[in-house]
């Protein structure tokens, strides 16, 4: 890898800023909430296309999930990027959804375009194969994400990521890394059918005590618990009684953990209970990781290593489990007020658009390394 290469990637990135600006803007002007990103995946998938990637829609059974290709001239591996484009659902008042992009996916989308833009500006010199895996419903508690699951592990199970020899991810973050952990998360429901009413005090010991399970401090190291929905219901006609369901996010550093907490909890929710799939932690591959921190340091960045563990959980765990892969965090100083209207006003302004250009600089120089052949 010459010095004068990296220059090159640097200021082809560069020159795509104004394209970058547009995906920002169009991104922003659609948002649209987990596995409905129709408007917003047509555009990015449009744009691809016009680059000269080859593109295939639908992919692992999403409508608004994809796969695109740009194939260099010269032989070499495969290495995929992850493009997020959901908004953020956003509860402004009771009983209301607003969909807001106010979690970086506007500058995701724009880096990804910008790294497959500045690598076609000279396919002669390419290296193997850049494909963008366009991977709806990054948002945890999105209601289709809840009922269906994140694109990155639908697509990793449904075996979409065959072929590739390297998978990146990248999220604007607050410092510059490649995490090394981050927690496994599961979701559990509980449900007492209808069958007595609240005259008796009953199921009112039940309420208490699943509420009381909610609050509780938990003893079992490095685990976190978040009652996520609860739903009360019941036919006053028929006199079948009050019946309730409840939603858990359940949060540990493995699954025997999240296995503990589950145990836990059941012991002091009398329910019928359920297990849902586990999103596992990440597991980084290390010469990914190198590569990455080359990447930050060809950018003029300062790499930290190593990164505390991120104390929550991204469906990309199950990708770094199928695929070498890394999760890369681009920093800025302070971070991001993620979730919020602050947020949304930070990710549409111009520091949204120097987060996407540092990281779309980042994953190119990045991608660059791990296309040379082995």
Request: glycine share 10%; proline share 6%.
């Amino acid at each position: 890898m010459t010095a004068d290469r990296d220059t090159r990637i640097r200021q082809e990135v560069e020159a795509r800023r104004g394209l970058m600006a547009e995906v920002i803007a169009a991104v922003h002007a659609t948002p649209e909430l987990a596995h409905e990103e129709i408007r917003t995946s047509a555009s990015l998938c449009r744009t691809l296309a016009d680059l000269g990637l080859t593109v295939e829609t639908g992919i692992a059974g999403m409508a608004t999930a994809f796969r695109a290709t740009l194939r260099g001239e010269l032989p070499g591996r495969t290495v995929g990027i992850v493009a997020n484009y959901d908004a953020v659902p956003s509860v402004p008042r009771p009983g209301v959804i607003e969909a807001i992009h106010s979690c970086g996916h506007g500058p995701n989308s724009a880096a990804v375009v910008g790294v497959v833009a500045a690598l076609a500006a000279d396919r002669a010199s390419l290296r193997g194969s850049v494909v963008v895996m366009g991977c709806p419903a990054d948002e945890i508690h999105a209601p289709n994400t809840v009922a269906r699951g994140g694109g990155k592990a639908i697509s990793a199970r449904a075996g979409a990521w065959s072929g590739i020899d390297a998978a990146l991810y990248a999220h604007p973050e607050f410092l510059d890394t490649a995490w090394l952990e981050s927690a496994w998360m599961r979701r559990d429901t509980a449900r007492v059918y209808g069958r007595r009413d609240l005259s008796d005090g009953a199921p009112r010991a039940e309420m208490r005590a699943l509420a009381a399970a909610a609050e509780a401090a938990i003893e079992i190291p490095g685990t976190r618990l978040m009652l996520e929905t609860l739903h009360l219901d019941g036919d006053v006609e028929e006199a079948t009684g009050i019946g309730w369901f409840a939603r858990f996010l359940l949060w540990a550093p493995d699954e025997s953990g999240i296995d503990q907490l589950a145990t836990w909890l059941r012991e002091r929710v009398p329910a019928d209970w359920e297990a849902g799939d586990p999103w596992p932690g990440i597991a980084p591959d290390a010469a990914v990781r190198a590569a990455v921190a080359e990447g930050h340091r060809a950018a003029g960045r300062e790499y930290v290593e190593p990164p505390m563990p991120l104390p929550f959980a991204a469906d990309f765990g199950v990708v770094t489990r199928t695929v070498p892969a890394a999760l890369v965090g681009i920093g800025r100083p302070g971070g991001w007020a993620f979730h919020t209207s602050e947020g949304y006003a930070q990710f549409s302004s111009e520091a949204g658009l120097d987060a996407a250009v540092e990281t779309a600089t980042v994953l190119a120089l990045t991608a660059d390394r791990l296309t040379a052949p082995v």
